[in-house]
Each structure stands twice: as C-alpha cells, then as structure tokens.
C-alpha cells in the first residue's frame, strides 16, 4: 500500500504540463495549454490542460484526471507503475505502508529480478545493433526488402550472427539466471546454454514506455525454420498483450487517426519505409481483446490487413471474434484482404502508399464482414440452411454488448434468417439489448449548477478558506451534502494543495457521477478578481439555507406540541421566528 499522504504530496509536486506534453505536444492557449485528444480521433483541438488545477480534460469525449490517470490511460501503466513512475520523474522515493517483511522482501526481489531482465535485453538489443553494422549479408538482406539504413535504425533493427554462444562476449556471467529467463539464452537438457537467436535479423519489441520486452527473429536463409521465432513469456513480456511497432508508432496513429494490424514484424517495418507508418503487428498470436483495448486508447479506427490465403482469412476470423467483448459503439473495425499473392509487405513495393490506402478505403466493416463469412458457404435457400445459420450467429450474437451494433447486428441476422426480431430472440434466448443512453451533446447549454457545487468548487481553487464551521453548510445525507462535507474535510487537512491532490482525495468518498460534473465544472472554472467576494456571498447564502431549515424545523416540532405544554423560551421562539417571516 501506498501512502494517501505521499500520493497527495506527489500531485502537489509534479506539473502535469511537462507530464503530457511528452507524450502529446501542447500549445499555450491562454491560462491553460490545449491539443488534439489522445483518446479519440479529432480535427480541433478541445483536450485542455490546467497548470493551475493539475488536471486534463477534453471536452470532445469527455476524458479527464490527474498526472496519474493520464499514464494510466494513455501509457497503459498500472496505478502502481504511474505513481512511481512520476515519482521518479520528480525524485521522489515511494513508501510503502501495512506491508510485511516478507511481502517487502519479494517486491524488492521482483523489482530486482525485472531491472535485471530490462537491463539484460537492452545489453542484447546493443549488441544485436551493433552486429548489424558488420554483417554486409544481413544488410544486404534489408536493402533487398527496399529498407533503408533510416528506417532499420528508427525501429532498432539488428542482427544475431550465426554461432552458439556469441552472447557469451556480451555478459560476463552467461550462466547468469537473467540470460535464461529473457528468454536470450537456452538450457539443453544435459545443462549446456547456448544463444537462442542466431542468423537471425532481430526486431526488439518494446512496451509503451520504450524499454526492450523481448525480440522477434526472422530467417535470412528461407530454408530456415520458423520463419519467425519470438522470445518466450517472460516477467516482462506477454505476447497477448503487446503489439509490435505500437510505441513507434503511436504518433503516427492519431495523426492518421487509424491503426493498421498487420501479421508480421517486416509488415509493420516495410510499411513505415513507405510512409504508412500507423502499422502494428501482433506477436506470433491472434489479435485479443487486450490488444483491442490498448488500441481503442490511441483511435477509434482500427483495420486488420490479412494475406488473402486460408491462413490469413482464418487469422482474420480469429482476430473478428476476440475483438467482439471489446467492440464499442463508437469503434470502426475493418478487415482488408489483399490477393492471395501478396501480404503488406509485396504488396506496399509493388504499388506503393496510396494504393494501398485506397484498398483500405474499402476494406470491410466488421458486420460485413460476420455477414459475408457466415453465408459463405450457406445458400440459405431452405429451413435447414437457416437453422445452421442461426445456429452459428447465435454465440457471435451473445458477445456483442455494445448497444447501436447489437441493434442493427441482430435485425440483419433476422432479416437474413426470414424470422422477425421478437422471433430470433425468443428463440436463441438472446439476452434483451442494452438500452442505449440518452447523451448530453456538447452543444447543449449547460444547466445552472447548485450553490453547493459552486462552493465546492471554490473551495477546490482556493483550500486555506476552508473554516470547521462550514461543515454546519453539509446537514443531511444527498450526494450533494456528501461532497460538500469531504470537499471541506479535503481542504482543512491540505490548505495548500491543489485541485487535483483535493480531487483524488474525495473521490471514493463521492458518487461517480457527481464527481465526473465537478470535473466538468471545475474545467469550466475561472478565478476571478473578485474571486474572495463571491465566496463571502457563497457562505451568507448558504448559512441563510441552512438556517431556514432549522426555523422550519422547530416551527414543526412546535405544530406537534400542545399549546398547553409550551415553555416560556418555546413561545419566545415562536415569537422570533413569525418576527422574522414577517
């Protein structure tokens, strides 16, 4: 566990300016700084970003946070990888807190174990880039593919020569446990170790932070086999959950605002030499719904090129049903099935990037695709052809959750099958479609915001105005009351922080959705120069609600009591209180 304290101090410390602009070039615009969305494909830029309030928000799709959230969400780290990531950034040592001594000792065992894997392939990697330079057979071998010197460097190409144990010049220790476990050396069963890659051209995968995972080796003989042989799963790496080419490519995506999944490592490489450089490729198994989610981060276009062989189009149908659980309503998936005799590579040096644009122009849409796939065989002439086709439409069905494309999905299917909707449901025991959600567009005007939002979103900007007695503001147990009683107890123990800090603070505190319209609001927010004037009017106003509650609250209790039973105060009271309303 980590500290809340720390966490709080962390947010305080770093700027989430020099955090994103990273990753995503910025531009000053006004007290803020402005871009296009990272998480979905735009033409204008609404993805703002507060040095004052240490949160991004865009106000196209919605996307929001802190320092934290952004490399969570755009870098794919885990919390704990994004705090001490930041951490680092700002040399800061991260805590740890209610852990054992043994639970210490095997994080800090795990840690070691993985600097020593990241370390290993990246002396690899060196190496590998170094051979290539000395091998006119291996360059010699890229040139043919049409690659240049530019492109072999941009994507780290190099080279394992030929031989057992060349490695063995690499690290001082080859019997070292790390060799073995990256995945670079092999152990034969009578204990000897030898080089697992060799006479191979070496693509290095990287994950999103840049750092080597792992490689994958292609032939230069084509006698040899496997044609590719990637490194095994490691503490590093899992092939179901990266892309090749992925962090080279990520600029290049939301610029072209797709991504284009192709098969193999020269793929994504051949491509790039001739200006499509969008590409990724999974490593050596289907695409899965990881891969699919890590995508939908960086567009919401994605297109799948296949060899237009059967290995190809079973890939295609493979890559069509793991990417069902993940589909969205607002992702463009697109299969392209290029002639049997080429794959992207042949195909891209034989008619260059805008042919090849042009044909993903028209490649597939996903529902097209589950369409033509299911009745390529099927004639659905008679009542038997309709059942097998119901049949094998129905789990394909059962995974789509999004709601648009389960709609449409399902009448096709029915049309198809000659039965109506009502029909196909009753019969396949199809789960009842989600209800689509009424969404407030942008261009709606905004409804005026509580008093008690404003104040809390005062108090956000400026936590040292925070006083004990406002807590007296949050009598009752509605949302509203809550996040005004946290957002008061947040700004009395941090006077000092910022919106942000204070943010993560109330949030498990406060209802999601309540939470998501402060965030929006406090986008929206400009400090005034009156700022300390307004929140003076904030207070009477809401010590005046509170005291009209209370007045009508004895003047019930009041009601219910015989007049023969008053006490002398209670008639005073009484007094006060019509005095008052007249």
């Given amino acids: 566990m980590i500290p809340e304290s720390f966490i709080q101090d962390l947010l305080n410390r770093v700027d989430i300016v020099d955090v994103i602009d990273k990753s995503v070039p910025l531009k000053k615009a006004g007290a803020n700084y402005s871009a296009c969305c990272p998480f979905h494909n735009e033409k204008s830029p609404s993805f703002t970003v507060s040095p004052t309030k240490q949160f991004y928000h865009c106000f196209g799709c919605g996307a929001h946070g802190t320092a934290i959230g952004f490399l969570m969400e755009y870098a794919g780290l885990s919390f704990i990888e994004a705090i001490n990531d930041l951490a680092k950034n700002v040399g800061m040592i991260v805590p740890q807190e209610q852990s054992t001594p043994q639970s210490r000792e095997a994080d800090a065992q795990n840690k070691t174990i993985k600097l020593g894997l990241q370390e290993s392939l990246q002396q690899a990697a060196n190496y590998y880039k170094a051979q290539l330079k000395e091998s006119p057979r291996a360059i010699e071998y890229l040139k043919g593919r049409g690659l240049s010197g530019q492109i072999a460097a941009k994507f780290q190409i190099g080279y394992a020569p030929a031989g057992w144990q060349n490695l063995q010049s690499v690290f001082a220790n080859y019997e070292n446990e790390a060799l073995q476990t990256a995945g670079l050396v092999v152990e034969n069963e009578q204990g000897k170790r030898y080089d697992r890659f ?33 490194s095994p799963e490691t503490p590093l790496f899992q092939k179901g959950h990266e892309l090749y080419g992925l962090f080279v490519a990520r600029r290049a995506i939301r610029d072209a605002g797709r991504v284009l999944v192709v098969e193999g490592y020269m793929d994504v490489v051949a491509l790039a030499q001739y200006g499509i450089e969008y ?7 289907a695409t899965t719904p990881f891969h699919i989610t890590k995508l939908m981060r960086q567009t919401d276009e994605i297109v799948f090129s296949f060899d237009g062989d059967n290995a190809g189009r079973t890939a295609a149908w493979r890559a069509a049903m793991n990417a069902l659980p993940a589909l969205t309503d607002g992702l463009k998936l697109r299969f392209l099935f290029l002639p049997k005799e080429h794959d992207p590579d042949s195909y891209v040096r034989e008619f260059g990037k805008e042919k090849f644009e042009q044909e993903m122009q028209n490649a597939m849409p996903l529902s097209q695709y589950i369409i033509a796939h299911l009745s390529e065989n099927n004639p659905l002439n008679s009542q038997e052809d309709k059942v097998k086709f119901l049949n094998e439409a129905e789990p394909i069905l059962r995974q789509i959750v999004a709601p648009r494309s389960a709609l449409f999905m399902r009448k096709k299917i029915a049309e198809l099958a000659e039965v109506t909707e009502a029909e196909m449901q009753s019969l396949l025991k199809l789960p009842a479609p989600n209800r689509v959600p009424v969404l407030a567009t942008q261009k709606q005007s905004r409804a005026p915001i509580s008093i008690k939002k404003r104040f809390v979103l005062m108090l956000l900007m400026q936590p040292s105005l925070a006083k004990n007695e406002y807590l007296n503001f949050a009598q009752g147990f509605g949302e509203e009351n809550v996040l005004l009683q946290a957002s ?12 942000a800090a204070l943010l993560h603070t109330i949030e498990p505190n406060v209802d999601t959705k309540l939470l998501n319209e402060i965030r929006y609001e406090l986008a929206l927010f400009v400090k005034g120069p009156e700022f300390e004037l307004e929140f003076e009017g904030a207070c009477t106003q809401l010590g005046k609600m509170i005291q009209k509650k209370q007045d009508g609250g004895i003047l019930d209790a009041l009601k219910e009591k015989p007049l023969s039973t008053w006490t002398a105060d209670e008639r005073d009271m009484l007094k006060n209180l019509t005095a008052k309303k007249t």
Avoid: C
């Avoid at 590409?279 to 198994?285: E, I, M, P, Q, S």
């Fill in 198 to 230: 060799r006479d191979r051209i070496m693509f290095p995968i990287h994950d999103q932070k840049g750092q080597v995972i792992g490689f994958g080796g292609r032939v230069i003989n084509p006698e040899d086999t496997p044609k590719y042989y990637n």
């Fill in 279 to 285: 590409a990724v490729a999974a490593l050596g198994t």
């Fill in 488 to 499: 008061i107890h947040a700004a009395l123990q941090q006077p000092q922080s910022k919106p």
